[in-house]
C-alpha cells in the first residue's frame, strides 16, 4: 500500500497555519477527513510539531561528500542529494560556478545523465534510497529529490566583483558560445548585466525560458535597472559580490531593493550578511519577494573567508528566526513557496495543497529540529 496519514500536526498552507490530518496517496496530498477509516500503510503522529512544505534551494555547489567545483561522479552526487533530504530540502538547483569553459561543458553533461532538469535517473534514485535504508526498484519509484535544472553562476561575471569564482575564468559575452552552454537542463543563469551583450543575453534567456539572474556585478544603479526592466527577477545573494551601498552611488543593491517585482536571495548565515542588514532586507522588501539560499559548498565559510556557506537551510530559517526578524511561517515561505514562484514551479512544490506533490517536512514546534522528511510522499526518514 503506498499511502500515508500524518495526524494532529499544525499545517502550513498558504494562507494559514492549522491543525489537521494530511492523507497521502500516490505522492500527493489530500486533505479529505472521510478516509480517515481507510486502512493506511503508516501514521505518522505529528502532534506538538510544524508540517511544512519541503525546501527548495536554489544555490547548492556541493557538501562535504560532493563538490561542484571539481568532477563529481555519480556515488558522491547521491551523497549530495540525501545530503539535502536530511535538511528538509526536497527540491534544489545543483550549481556551477565559473571555470574552464570545458569544464563546465563536461559538468553539465554529468548533470543531464543525472536526470537534473528532468526526471532524475533511476539508479541515483535507488543509490539516495540506500543512504536511508529505504529499497527502492531502479526503476518505477517516484523520485526522492526534485532536481528542476541546473544554475549556472558565471562564467560571464565582473572580474570587478569576483568573490570566490576565478578571474582567470570569467569571460564576456559571446552570443555563439553563451547558447551552446545554455543546455535544456539549465533553468538559472548568474550574469553581470553591464558587461556588453548584456542584454543580448538576457533576452536569449527569456526566449528560451531560462530565469536570468543578476549576480557578481559591477552594475551602477542605472545599469540594473534596465536589467530588471529588461527582464532579471532574481538577485544572486544580495549584498554579496556588488558593490556596497554609497549615498551618492546607490549601485545595483538600491536597485533591487526598490523594484518590487524582483526577488533577493540572500545568505543567512551570519556571516555572509549581518543579521541587521537582513532585518533592513525584510523591512524593505517583505516577507514575499525574499528568497532564502545557502549558496553550500565542499569547502564553506572557514576562518572568515566567504566561499560560499557551510549552512543547510534549515539552518538558515532557524538563524532569521532566532534573529527575530520573521516568525517561523514565513522563513519557510521564503524557503519554499518564494522560490518556487521565483522558478516559476509553485504550480507544484512549494506550498501544501490537495493535489499538489507530497513534499512534507515535520519539525519540532519547540526546537526547529527535523523529525520527518517525505518525499514525494515517500518517508525519507
Known amino acids: 500500500m503506498s499511502n500515508l496519514r500524518i495526524v494532529k500536526g499544525e499545517v502550513f498552507t498558504p494562507n494559514k497555519v492549522e491543525i489537521r490530518d494530511l492523507f497521502i496517496e500516490e505522492g500527493l496530498v489530500d486533505f479529505v477527513s472521510t478516509r480517515d477509516g481507510q486502512n493506511f500503510a503508516t501514521t505518522i503522529n505529528a502532534d506538538n510539531c510544524y508540517v511544512t512544505p519541503g525546501l527548495f534551494d536554489l544555490q547548492v555547489n556541493g557538501s562535504q561528500g560532493c563538490d561542484l567545483w571539481t568532477e563529481p561522479d555519480a556515488p558522491q552526487f547521491a551523497s549530495l542529494c540525501a545530503d539535502m533530504l536530511r535538511a528538509g530540502v526536497t527540491a534544489f538547483l545543483p550549481t556551477l560556478i565559473t571555470a574552464d569553459i570545458q569544464h563546465l561543458y563536461k559538468n553539465v553533461n554529468f548533470l543531464e545523465s543525472m536526470g537534473v532538469g528532468k526526471n532524475i535517473c533511476p539508479e541515483l534514485n535507488q543509490s539516495i534510497g540506500e543512504q536511508f535504508g529505504l529499497k527502492l526498484n531502479a526503476k518505477g519509484s517516484r523520485e526522492l529529490v526534485l532536481l528542476p535544472g541546473i544554475h549556472l553562476e558565471g562564467p560571464y561575471l565582473s572580474k570587478q566583483r569576483a568573490g570566490a569564482h576565478p578571474r582567470q575564468f570569467i569571460r564576456p559575452i559571446n552570443m555563439v558560445e553563451f547558447a551552446e552552454l545554455m543546455s535544456p ?15 543580448l543575453a538576457i533576452d536569449y534567456l527569456l526566449k528560451h525560458e531560462i530565469i536570468p539572474s543578476l549576480g557578481h556585478s559591477d552594475a551602477t544603479y542605472k545599469q540594473a535597472k534596465q536589467a530588471f526592466d529588461a527582464g532579471i527577477s532574481i538577485v544572486t545573494h544580495i549584498f554579496n559580490a556588488l558593490p556596497p551601498i554609497h549615498q551618492r552611488q ?132
Open 185 to 199: 537542463a539549465v533553468k538559472l543563469v548568474t550574469l553581470a548585466p553591464e558587461l556588453a551583450g548584456g542584454k
Open 250 to 381: 546607490p549601485g545595483a543593491v538600491v536597485a533591487a531593493l526598490l523594484d518590487e517585482n524582483v526577488y533577493c536571495c540572500v545568505i543567512c548565515d551570519g556571516l555572509h550578511v549581518d543579521p541587521e542588514m537582513v532585518k533592513l532586507l525584510l523591512k524593505i522588501k517583505g516577507k514575499d519577494r525574499v528568497i532564502l539560499v545557502t549558496d553550500i559548498a565542499h569547502i564553506g565559510t572557514t576562518g572568515g573567508s566567504l566561499l560560499g556557506s557551510s549552512i543547510r537551510l534549515s539552518t538558515a530559517i532557524t538563524n532569521i528566526v532566532n534573529w527575530g526578524i520573521v516568525n517561523f511561517s514565513e522563513a519557510i515561505q521564503m524557503a519554499s513557496l518564494n522560490p518556487a514562484r521565483a522558478m516559476n514551479l509553485d504550480n507544484m512544490i512549494g506550498q501544501i495543497g490537495k493535489g499538489r506533490r507530497a513534499d512534507l517536512v515535520i519539525w519540532d514546534k519547540k526546537s526547529f529540529k527535523i523529525k520527518h522528511v517525505i518525499a514525494n510522499g515517500i518517508t525519507v526518514f
